[in-house]
């Protein structure tokens, strides 16, 4: 069975820029989660996908941050623009039953 | 919310001898107890969880056990390998409001010297 899928696994890009990463879920999930990990730091979850909504959304900075998740498959999360500080690990996560959760390998993300 | 202490922030050992990670949380609620390991360039791997209604879990050379009472939750790892070095991450997450989002401690690197 394939795990979760995430790309690009490296962007670089200047600040001001804007930047989108895509995730595909362990198929059969109905959950999916995007989280950032900061180095040196567990992840920390931006939001929470329950099929195509959104059910947790609260540590998502919405003046920059987007994240769709059509058809409640795979989903995008973007940033515009881009600030220095964003520079981290952005990690997809999906579970089938709200507990176990497995990861992608993430993307590495780093704004000069 | 919840709150994870995680102890210690490095470990260091040889090859062989045991291993232990120790972690606390603040929320009474939280009742599912994880654990990730994450090598150097991946994503965290789920290796063994626990949940609030068992005090002991093992899987091969991996243990976890949990004490509600005093809210806290370790990782065991016996006859450590060099395979092991990795980042350790505990979280804990509840149902409290429907949401099963996880608070992760901060993470423990592991180096197993051969």
């Known amino acids: 069975e394939a795990g979760v899928v995430q790309s690009p696994r490296y962007k670089i890009i200047e600040k001001k820029q804007p930047v989108a990463f895509w995730c595909n879920p362990i198929?059969?999930?109905?959950?999916l989660y995007w989280y950032r990990q900061n180095l040196g730091q567990g992840p920390e979850l931006l939001i929470r996908?329950?099929?195509?909504?959104?059910?947790?959304d609260s540590q998502l900075p919405k003046d920059r941050f987007s994240a769709e998740r059509l058809k409640g498959v795979d989903s995008t999360l973007k940033i515009q623009p881009a600030e220095l500080g964003d520079s981290a690990v952005y990690l997809c996560?999906?579970?089938?039953?709200?507990?176990?959760?497995?990861f992608g390998p993430g993307t590495r993300l780093l704004v000069l | 919310g919840e709150n994870v202490e995680q102890h210690p922030s490095t470990l260091s050992v040889q090859e062989g001898d045991s291993a232990v990670i120790k972690c606390t949380y603040s929320d009474s609620a939280s009742n599912y107890f994880p654990w990730y390991k994450q090598e150097l360039g991946k994503g965290p791997q789920l290796i063994i969880d626990i949940r609030s209604n068992v005090g002991e879990k093992k899987d091969q050379r991996i243990a976890v056990t949990l004490n509600k009472t005093a809210k806290h939750f370790s990782l065991h790892i016996t006859e450590t390998q060099p395979e092991d070095s990795a980042v350790y991450f505990c979280a804990a997450s509840g149902a409290a409001g429907g949401s099963y989002i996880p608070t992760f401690g901060r993470g423990t690197s592991l180096i197993v010297h051969p």
């Open positions: 996560a999906s579970s089938l039953d709200r507990y176990e959760q497995y």
């Open positions: 996908y329950e099929n195509e909504e959104a059910v947790d």
């Open positions: 198929s059969g999930h109905n959950t």
